[in-house]
């Protein structure tokens, strides 16, 4: 699947680490992220981005894939920005010394007092929905004798090939304006004229998990269309955001774009646009989260139970579930799965890997390829880096599990496990 897993005496590891021996030292259900495929995508996408556009670019990590400290400090360190999408996230980047400047604040529906937030700490910029929320910004900023940076989110009417629940850039979407009703266009002189507002940029997010260049590069060029008729309207725009999506490998079924192909072209039209248009090339901005964080993850079970219904299917129960992965109870999306402790055998049996809460869609995944599985075995599901703890729920009142980094064979847990205690907490 990647250049992290390995086998190495029968188990599967990760990052050097044995994926039997983490289990053990650390309880299951566990999340395992190995340091160095996050640091590699993150400086792939950075050189490329560097090479593209000749250094006046930004790659900005999408935390809502997965953010904790540690993860924003590795981000701090490698030197990019940050795509946030509430106080939350910014308050876990500022709290590691995130540099603020170098952080977004894009979401659909922000509160007061989370603007008031952002702009009180300096982010760099905001990224914004819709015109209420423009003249609440505006009304915020003005009333602290501020200038916030602004960056209007466009549909722009291009749809990628993927989950009708992760497609953003159509216009029958919840995120942004539409450009070719108008509603864009009239945004954006409304904006120019915002006190408290530096209208600086566009941005656009055309979904997630999509394996093609042509939507990106389509998108680009309806973005700069957009750019030359603003400067027409006198409005200028210096930034230029095109979103997240770059697909992974979650199955064999997906063939992801090589990230600097996808740099490579998209650039490309982009600088004929501007070139057309004889504007000069904006700032771009890029929010890779999947693929920075998916890839780089493992969710390491231990197996309770193996029901077999005759003629129907095998279900393998284990003691996670959609509580740490929701994702295929939300879409249906598939993984692929190992015993790690039996990970050179081969995969000679087709199961139902089954959740441990009081829901029927708590699944794994269906008709998935395993090692004969039985109690006690453990068993890894691979790419589990993004959306998975981030969408973690206590249903059930099941605690949280743990993450664990782990860098040359080394592990140190960078998110502890919730307990019974914690989760109620806030209980009164
Ligand atoms: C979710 C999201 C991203 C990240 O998407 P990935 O598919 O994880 O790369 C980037 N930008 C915006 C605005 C988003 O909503």
Wanted: with cysteine.
């Amino acid at each position: 699947m990647n250049d992290t897993l390995n086998i190495a005496n029968g188990h599967l590891t990760i990052g050097g680490a044995d994926c039997v021996e983490l289990a053990k030292e650390y309880d299951t259900p566990l999340y395992v992220m190995d340091e160095g495929t996050v640091r590699r995508a993150v400086r792939e996408f950075k050189a490329s981005m560097d090479e593209c556009y000749d250094g006046r670019g930004m790659v900005c990590y999408a935390t809502k894939a997965f953010c904790c400290k540690e993860m924003c400090r590795i981000m701090k360190d490698e030197g990019i920005g940050l795509d946030t999408v509430s106080a939350g996230e910014i308050y876990t980047a500022l709290s590691v010394g995130f540099p603020p400047e170098r952080i977004v604040f894009t979401s659909n529906n922000k509160k007061d007092e989370e603007i008031a937030y952002a702009i009180d700490n300096h982010i760099g910029r905001i990224t914004c929905d819709n015109m209420e929320e423009l003249r609440r910004i505006s009304a915020i900023a003005s009333e602290k004798g501020r200038q916030v940076r602004v960056i209007l989110r466009l549909k722009p009417g291009v749809e990628a090939h993927t989950f009708e629940a992760v497609m953003t850039g159509q216009i029958d979407s919840k995120f942004g304006f539409a450009i070719e009703t108008g509603e864009a266009l009239a945004a954006a002189k409304e904006t120019a004229k915002l006190p408290g507002i530096d209208l600086a940029g566009i941005h656009c997010h055309i979904g997630s998990q999509i394996h093609d260049i042509a939507p990106f590069e389509k998108a680009a060029e309806v973005m700069a269309v957009f750019i030359a008729k603003l400067h027409d309207e006198g409005i200028e725009i210096k930034d230029l955001s095109l979103g997240g999506g770059f697909g992974i490998k979650y199955t064999e079924k997906d063939i992801p774009v090589p990230y600097g192909d996808y740099m490579k072209r998209v650039s490309k039209r982009l600088k004929e646009c501007c070139e057309k248009y004889s504007l000069p090339v904006p700032f771009v901005m890029i929010e890779p989260g999947r693929s920075i964080a998916a890839p780089a993850g493992l969710t390491l079970y231990t197996v309770g139970s193996r029901k077999i219904i005759p003629g129907i299917r095998t279900y393998i129960g284990v003691d996670g579930g959609m509580c740490d992965d929701p994702r295929y109870a939300l879409y249906k999306s598939e993984y692929t799965a190992v015993v790690a402790n039996k990970a050179d055998e081969p995969k000679d049996e087709t199961v139902t890997i089954a959740g441990r809460t009081c829901e029927s869609g708590d699944l794994i995944g269906e008709n998935m390829p395993l090692q004969h599985a039985e109690a006690g075995d453990i068993i890894a599901v691979l790419a589990t880096g993004a959306y998975n703890y981030s969408m973690a729920s206590h249903y059930n009142r099941v605690p949280n599990a743990a993450v664990v980094m782990v860098k040359d064979g080394k592990s140190r847990v960078i998110v502890r496990r919730e307990t019974w205690e914690s989760m109620a907490d806030n209980d009164v």
